[in-house]
């Protein structure tokens, strides 16, 4: 084969620009967004006008999704440690340091106690793939969800706790009902639910307080 | 040996004599204002932006007293009672008898209790919400909503009690079961 010589041609278009722009750009999301919390399950929230955010600390969220299965998750790592052998203590569950320590790196636990046990003792993994069954909430007492608010409450005793409860859009009343009836038990009337943000519809007397707060502002 | 020379065919425009050879124009585009206008672009999301942050509904409920003498009592004119069906089926009723229950669905009960809420001395209206078992979440906070739009500063959560869930029932068939 006649040796062919590949011409050597300079590019006609520098991309210098493209790069700089792409380095602005992911360095915008960088700064100004945060990863997305890993759910066991999908949820919907419903939208709502309240303009209040969602507290990032001293949390304690009850998700429940369509089905109606009910997961406890908490987000200090420290507070789970106590939570977890609060309840380990009050339940008799007979939990090892090890599993305890599995529950503090867990996202979300929605099984009863008969299988925390078995479920800590699965790796992070397996435990994303299985479907958990829910904490049982099934009657007006609150089911198991009352102990685990119980002991969230005594984990946390003298400070403020925000009790958030995120549901899906299709989530039947009754089940929310038993989680407002777990925390009522445990004397706790004041609750927060997480929606989606949404604007005041015009012409309503909210919309015009609103205006008359931004009017006030400029 | 035959070879497929697949090459020839389309790289071998070869001119015909006498035609002139075009002149070759450089295609070189300068980006530069192309880029201008993305920085452009992504300053004024930069400005003008926030990502969209879950937001919290805040929901106080009374303590729940078993002696009815504790309990708040309401006065028949400003009482307004909104009962959630399923498919998202709405009904209400002014005053204390739930025989006279309308079917509505959510667009038109804001009117309704902006009615309400023109009509009747602030100090006396309460909204009483009951949602029934079929009643979906999504439901729920919509109502509660609602009341957070229209500005209505006492409103309750309250079960069904079966009396009324049976009208539901027989509103419903009486209409074809929606």
Redesign the interface.
Known sequence: MPSVKIKKTSPDNDMTPMVDLAFLILAFFMLATKFKPEEAVEITTPNSVSADAVPEKDVFTVSIDKEGRTFVSVDNPEFRRVLIENINTTRNLGLSPAEMKAYTNAASVGVPFASLKQFLALNADEQKKLKQPGVPVADTTGGELYFWVRDALSAYSGRKLNLLIKADNATKYPAFKNVLNAFKKNDQNKFLLVTEPEDAPSGTPLHETRQKQIDKVK | MASIDAGSDGGGHKKGPGVKKAKKLS???D??P??DL??LL?TFF?FTTT??????????????VDKPEDQNKVKESGAFTIM?GKDDQVYYYEGLDPTKLQAIGFKGI?DAI?NKKKSTNPEDLVVIIK????????????I??EM????IKRYALV?ISSDEYQLIKLTEAANGIK
């Open positions: 295609t070189k585009v980006m530069t192309m880029v993305g920085f992504i930069i990502v969209a942050q879950p937001t919290a509904m805040k929901l106080f409920m009374p303590k729940d959630l804001r902006l949602p029934t078992e079929d009643a979906t979440y999504k439901n729920t906070v919509d509660l909503d957070t739009i229209a500005e079960d």
